[in-house]
Nanobody, 123 residues
Framework: QVQLVESGGGSVQAGGSLRLSCVAS????????MEWFRQVAGKEREGVAG????????YYSDSVKGRFTISQDNDKNTVYLQMSNLKPEDTAMYYC????????????????WGKGTLVTISS
């Protein structure tokens, strides 16, 4: 049974940092690309970062490029999202996702989702 479990969310002030983690289980970790999405109530889910777990390499949305960094630890089957210089508009529920459609940050192509972790940024 595939599981994606996020952690690391919380409340910080603008300009601060957080690191999210996503532990994957139930499949060979490098089978899928891993992505992070976020969603605010009433809005569509937005892809923010992804990583090619098999060959390395990452991709980002314009809204977070230069502030967020995605990485992986193959020994721990874990993907991280380091978020820096956080802004109030980064407030959202953040979801970890596994996809075969690498590079696209398309929620419709995600195969597995985690349950999410909440990030709140105060001004």
């Amino acid at each position: 049974q595939v599981q994606l479990v996020e952690s690391g969310g919380g409340s910080v002030q603008a300009g601060g940092s957080l690191r999210l983690s996503c532990v994957a289980s139930g499949y060979r970790f490098q089978r899928y690309c891993m992505e992070w999405f976020r969603q605010v109530a009433g809005k569509e889910r937005e892809g923010v970062a992804g990583i090619y777990t098999g060959r390395g390499g990452s991709y980002y949305s314009d809204s977070v490029k230069g502030r967020f960094t995605i990485s992986q630890d193959n020994d721990k089957n874990t993907v991280y999202l380091q978020m820096s210089n956080l802004k109030p508009e980064d407030t959202a529920m953040y979801y970890c996702a596994a996809t075969e459609r690498c590079g696209a940050l398309q929620s419709s192509r995600v195969i597995y989702w985690g349950k999410g972790t909440l990030v709140t940024i105060s001004s």
